[in-house]
């Protein structure tokens, strides 16, 4: 088996070959770090490789594995996380340059669970600084360049969690952690072709994470299926002392070949205004998949809720604190991306009313899609309307015309709803498309049994990208 062919397999796959003993947890680990050194700086996808920890926590995980104790399926695999994450004696730079030289002396909780659990962190990630809170308006807005696609380099691989969506779409770490406050974990899944879990707000503990918006951050998986995503959902979901809005509970993964969740209620959108042809094409067959293991009802109505102006008011409100010190110091001058360098000032002038009407609106939001989950387990859209964008090009500039995506994200995120992004098929360019799947709170078993049913029909997560 080459080394790509190895990188490719799921977290399941690499798992029963490790528990037979017919993989080391050290062979696999330099094969993640050879890729990362090859392929990751051409994709923008590094910022700090941990190869002497790595090579420590592989032979650990040998030894253990060797003596019989297994610790669970993510034992020995290798992944990367969202260069936002503390990790002690490392630099975690947020992505930004004023704080490249910026090293803490503890682990985040993600981290500690995730060791904990036997996986082997190989990489810090990229990402876009300050994970796009001072409303970052092109690619190019990171200390290590533009993130891309490795579909096509030409492209975004999306953000903020660019790094994260390009090392598991080229094969470099097995899964990574992403981040979303509005849709930063589902859009680089969507534009690189990869599986995407945004947990229910609070399920994930997010002590040592950089805070953006305290009441909209959620940690999460970005990984080859649905699966995946689960198995590493369960290591990280349960409550955690040192973050108070973290929930109470645990997660537990069903198996796979476990009954596909027949009869669940989804209603399916084709409504997209403005989305490119392949996006509605895909997404018309996917909710044909759907069918068969789910009564899709098509088109119902979505709350009508301002949902996008609610979430940049909040988000600009929370980021204004959150990097207020960054923003009057003058050091946002040393961003990369020119719209960050003043992003930061209109949104300390927002006023105080507009944030606490938006955040009082929340409250019928909620009561509304909870209303529509009282019919329907999950309902399916497209992820994006549109393939990537190019590297290059403002964003506005790319689709005239086009929002980001349907309401669903930003209306998940307000609500705190968890969704799962999955692979669909290929659009302009030859770049993925993306279906969603969004939930009620706490639903996740619900979506990822969906979208391990949809996997199950179609080939899309097996893809790879040429030239990896």
Known sequence: MTTSELCFKSVRELGALLRARKLSPVELTRACLERLKEHGPGLGAVATLM??????????????ISARRYRGPLHGIPYGVKDLLAT???????????????????????????REAGAILVAKLAMVELAGGLGYNTADASWTGPGRTPWNRNFWSGGSSSG???AVAAGLAVFAIGSETSGSILTPAAFSGVSGLRPTYGRVSRHGAMALSWTLDKLGPMARSADDCGLVLAALAGHDPLDPSSLRGTYSHRE????????????????????????????????????KFADVTL???????????????????EGASAFLELVE???AAELRCVKDRTGGLPSTLIPAVDYLHSMRLRGPMRRAAAALFERFDAVAAPTRQTVAYPVGVEFEKV????????????AGNL???????????FGEKGLPTSLSLLGAPLSEATLLELGAAFQAATDWHRRRPPGV
């Open 415 to 425: 609500c705190g709803l968890p969704a799962l992004a999955v692979p669909n098929g």
């Open 88 to 114: 002690r004696g490392v630099p975690t730079t947020w992505g930004a340059q004023p704080y490249r030289d910026q090293v803490f002396d503890y682990d985040a909780t993600a981290v500690i669970r995730l």
């Open 51 to 64: 190869e002497e920890s790595a090579l420590r926590e592989a032979a650990a995980a040998e030894r253990e």
């Open 329 to 331: 110091s003058g050091r």
């Open 399 to 410: 689709y005239p015309g086009v929002g980001g995506g349907p309401a669903l994200i930003p």
């Open 299 to 317: 088109d119902v109505d979505w709350p009508d809720f301002p949902w996008g102006p609610a979430v940049s008011v909040i988000v600009g409100s």
């Open 256 to 291: 796979p070949g476990s009954p596909a969740p027949s009869g669940a209620r989804t209603p399916g959108s084709r409504r997209a205004p403005g989305a490119r042809a392949e996006v509605r094409a895909n997404v018309e067959a996917s909710l044909e998949v759907l069918r």
């Open 164 to 166: 994260p969506a390009a």
